[in-house]
């Protein structure tokens, strides 16, 4: 450890910390997860549904795409009706208009203020303590069953081919016979039924429901906890607080100690002759752009899906390309060619740590992989539509077809395979990291990189422990340790490490700073992105102290972020410290974008619904939205654009960027972006917050409020931004199919002699 011994101390203790919270709160999930009863049955005895109809019901969702097509509990799509607060707000108002025909023979708005009070009294009574008995059974009234009775036919009807449900299906982006079987349609209710009445029946020994009061429905009283608003408050004093120890610590502590660093006068990189395994890297360069761009394009294929519903302007094509199939491709494709940026950076940086060497069958094993993240991305894909056309048999759908859930929607076979080849990247990644250690020197730079490749490989492993038939809570706390903990923390800090590690070998920075900037920047990162994973499962089934901990160090995600501008502007400087830089501008200015977006995708728009008070009420509105297209892309995106750019500048060294391809995409991206988010995304998801908070969420995600010629107006602005975006995304794919295919390559490059 040597002089880093305080860095790895406090590394080690905030790691020791932050995972015994998320696995204690994995313990309290596990434990207080809502029940699902054995039985629901009338007040004779009488058996409505039982827990199988109930699991089967999920089961069926799942094939129908699931968080691809509307919400469950707030998670999931946002064309469609958040299902949960959809079917809680029509059986209540069914119950009012059954109960009010039962006592005084009229509907319920057309009862006098003292006979609706009697009313709504009633209702909050039944709805709000209807609590599983020592028999594991609940008791529904007759009232209760007939409201049930009444709405079902409107979901049965929806997901299969009702004509009178037909400009609901398009509102929804829903093709026709979403589901064709009607006796799977009949156990999809059952499921709906289950998740809103754990989002209505209080908690016992609490004055809360299982989902901490969500949705917001003032009808049964369901609106924020005295809890939730101490720990939003809470939640914005840590921040606050956070942010004034951060500025302390770098006021003292910070040193530039690299002012005097003497610049290379040539780049150290092209001192090394490539590998062959850094030679096959081309390859992967040309999948992540192919990929890419397939998301782009399907990108804008699923906007336009939020204005014509089933067509493509004009062209039906629902029936063949359902909303819930390109969104689940839209959302995959991102995740499969920015992970193969970072496997492809991982794999260029290896040999040099290998002393500038290929262990043996090294570029077979680069090869290998390459071909076994085809076929993932292909099988799984293909999976996933004949799941969605019901050509998959069900039987196989969870393992070959649609998981239906979001980001890890792959069937579970697809999901071993890929795990299987990173597992297999992490190898060949050993193999040079290992030999690294032997050489002479201070091996603390590497121990961190190493220790980032170790939990990159590892971690994407816990999307495993949930199954089909897994409780919904339980599932969600596993699909957010990939999702979250996977995603938004480890490949962040093995992403910082790689750039420290890169700016280090070409001689930007001291292998010091290099080494304490990287393992403070991992342990401020896991501080608040270990525990902060519960910020997602505020609302999902779970306790006021999951809660707790996800406000509270979820707001300390942001910290970090605070200093982002001044890494930009780094990052930007770089460009000048020698006029061999000069060749690596553009990899650079994506760096300096990382920060920026960083900083507001991440930062900004991510607090904006990061304390539970906020996304009480956000939760499943476009307000997500802008912090996903922000952050997913603006970060991980021009992140992993600027990987591949840096290494493909490598593998051909004698090729020059296009400045007109490069200065056209990277602001087209830019500007796209902004476009996107400014015109479209934020300004439908402030109104409908307005909607959220006056009226409740299924109001704010209803047919009635998102079909307004207002909203449709901004959906349609939104193209112009989308079009400049897809214009970007083709100038720098060109630009690294030109580097791919460039020639002469480095197959005959001499490396420089100074």
Request: glycine share 8%; charged share 15%; hydrophobic share 50%.
């Amino acid at each position: 450890m040597g002089e880093y011994k305080k860095y790895w101390f406090g590394l080690v203790a905030i790691i020791l910390v932050t995972f015994t919270l998320l696995g204690w709160g994995g313990v309290e999930i596990y434990r207080t997860a809502p029940p699902i009863p054995e039985q629901f049955i009338d007040t004779n005895g009488q058996v409505i549904l039982t827990k199988d109809d109930i699991l089967d019901g999920q089961s069926a969702w799942q094939r129908t795409g699931g968080q691809q097509l509307g919400s469950v509990l707030g998670h999931g799509a946002y064309q469609a009706p958040d299902w949960t607060a959809d079917w809680l707000h029509r059986e209540l108002v069914a119950w009012l208009d059954i109960r009010g025909q039962e006592l005084y023979g009229s509907d319920f708005e057309s009862l006098n203020d003292d006979q609706q009070a009697v009313l709504n009294a009633q209702l909050k009574k039944e709805y709000r303590k209807s609590t599983v008995n020592d028999k594991a059974q609940v008791v529904l009234s007759a009232t209760r069953i007939a409201a049930m009775t009444k709405i079902a036919p409107y979901y049965i009807g929806l997901y299969g081919n009702e004509p009178s449900l037909q400009t609901s299906r398009e509102s929804f982006a829903m093709k026709n016979n979403t589901m064709p079987d009607l006796e799977d349609r009949q156990k999809l209710t059952n499921f709906f039924f289950w998740t809103t009445w754990i989002a209505s029946t209080e908690r016992p020994g609490t004055e809360a429901t299982y989902t901490n009061n969500w949705p917001h429905e003032p009808l049964i009283d369901n609106v924020p906890t005295t809890e939730n608003i101490m720990w939003s408050i809470a939640s914005v004093v840590f921040l606050i607080a956070g942010v004034g120890f951060l500025i302390w610590g770098w006021a003292f502590l910070h040193k530039d100690e690299d002012i005097n660093l003497l610049t290379p006068d040539a780049d150290p990189l092209t001192k090394i002759a490539l590998t062959p395994s850094q030679k096959a890297l081309a390859k992967y360069g040309i999948l992540v752009m192919a990929l890419f761009v397939f998301q782009v394009f399907i990108g804008g294929f699923v906007a336009h899906y939020t204005i014509e519903g089933q067509n493509f302007y004009g062209i039906p094509v629902s029936d063949y390309f359902p909303y819930a199939l390109v969104r689940t491709w839209h959302i995959q494709s991102a995740l499969f060619w920015i992970a193969t940026a970072f496997l492809m950076t991982g794999l260029f940086l290896s040999p040099i740590i290998n002393g500038g060497k290929d262990p043996k069958y090294q570029k077979l094993g680069v090869d290998i992989l390459w071909v076994a993240l085809i076929v993932v991305v292909v099988g799984s894909f293909a999976g996933q539509y004949f799941a969605l056309a019901d050509i998959l048999p069900a039987k196989y759908n969870f393992w070959f077809g649609h998981q239906g859930y979001e980001f890890i929607d792959l069937g579970r076979f697809w999901q071993i395979l890929k795990w299987i080849g990173i597992l297999f990247w992490l190898v060949l990644m050993m193999r040079g990291c290992v030999n690294g250690f032997k050489q002479h020197g201070d091996k603390n730079l590497l121990t961190i990189f190493v220790a980032s490749v170790l939990c990159v490989g590892l971690f994407y492993g816990a999307g495993l422990f949930y199954g089909e038939r897994t409780h919904l809570t339980i599932m969600e706390y596993w699909r957010w340790w990939v999702v979250h903990l996977w995603v938004e923390g480890f490949f962040e800090v093995f992403a910082t490490v790689s750039l420290a590690f890169i700016f280090y070998n070409l001689g930007l920075v001291s292998k010091r700073i290099a080494t304490a900037s990287s393992i403070a920047s991992a342990a401020l990162f896991l501080l608040g992105g270990v525990p902060g994973t519960f910020h997602h499962l505020y609302y999902s089934g779970t306790t006021t102290p999951i809660m707790a901990i996800g406000a509270s160090f979820s707001a300390l995600e942001v910290v970090p972020l605070v200093v982002l501008g001044y890494e930009g502007y780094k990052h930007w400087s770089m460009q000048r410290q020698a006029i061999w830089m000069e060749k690596l501008k553009w990899p650079i200015m994506c760096f300096v974008a990382v920060a920026f977006w960083n900083m507001l995708g991440a930062g900004v728009f991510g607090f904006m619904i990061n304390p539970p008070v906020s996304l009480f009420y956000l939760q499943g509105l476009n307000t997500t939205a802008t912090h996903s297209h922000a952050a997913l892309f603006g970060v991980y995106g021009f992140l992993s654009i600027g990987f591949v750019l840096l290494v493909m500048r490598y593998i051909r060294p004698d090729y020059v960027f296009s400045e007109k391809l490069m200065k056209t995409g990277f602001w087209a991206l830019n500007i796209g972006l902004v476009l996107m988010i400014s015109t479209s995304l934020l300004p439908i998801g402030i109104y409908q917050a307005q909607a959220s908070l006056t009226e409740g969420l299924w109001y704010a995600r209803s047919e009635g409020f998102m079909q307004q010629d207002f909203l449709q107006r901004l959906r349609w602005i939104r193209t112009f931004g989308d079009v400049i975006f897809i214009i970007g995304a083709l100038c720098v794919a060109l630009q690294t199919a030109k580097l791919a295919f460039a020639r002469p390559s480095h197959a005959n490059y001499k490396p420089s002699k100074k």
